[in-house]
């Protein structure tokens, strides 16, 4: 409590102290008063008329495109060369950029000896059906007349006891 009694006066003087200053200041002084006796002001007169006035203003700022497109790779790979320029206008299947064909390469490759086995599998499998079939034929053949080697010989002897009969 003892600063804010400490804190009153010092404000009540020096509120005395602005209302003095003001009520000085407040004293007319002789560079206020209109001047006595000498030649009135001069005064001019302008006339008011309607005309059209073009407004410009100058602003400084910055435009952006309405249209953008993004490049996105659809392949992946190593980017050797772009073959445009940056801002330039480019049309549609124009080449953009060339990528290092190593990767492709050697893509290609295992897809042609992926595409050479296969075909030695299919050729495989034919030759393997092939001789299935041959087996398949000669069972019923079996089944049906025998053995073709026993029908011979039984033939030729056959023919050997004629030819001795005769």
């Not at 804010?4 to 006066?9: A, D, E, F, G, Y």
């Not at 003087?13 to 008063?33: D, I």
């Not at 390469?105 to 299919?122: H, N, P, W």
Request: one cysteine or more; proline letters at 5%; hydrophobic letters at 40%.
């Amino acid at each position: 409590m003892g600063a804010r009694t400490r804190v009153i006066p010092v404000v009540v003087v020096l509120w005395v102290l602005g209302g003095l200053g003001a009520m000085v200041g407040c004293k007319s002084s002789p560079a206020a008063e209109p001047p006595r006796g000498g030649p009135p002001p001069e005064v001019g007169i302008v006339t008011l008329k309607t005309e059209s006035v073009t407004l410009r203003t100058e602003l400084a700022g910055r435009t952006a495109a309405s249209l953008v497109s993004e490049l996105r790779p659809q392949v992946s790979g190593i980017i050797q060369a772009r073959m445009f320029a940056e801002g330039a206008h480019v049309k549609a299947g124009q080449v953009l950029y060339q990528i290092d064909p190593a990767m492709y390469r050697a893509a290609f490759e295992e897809a042609k000896a992926d595409l050479a086995s296969v075909k030695a599998t299919l050729e495989s499998a034919r030759l393997k059906d092939v001789s299935d079939w041959v087996e398949q034929y000669r069972a019923i053949w079996e089944e049906r007349f025998g053995r073709l080697d026993v029908y011979l010989r039984e033939l030729q002897t056959e023919q050997q006891t004629q030819r001795s009969e005769a």
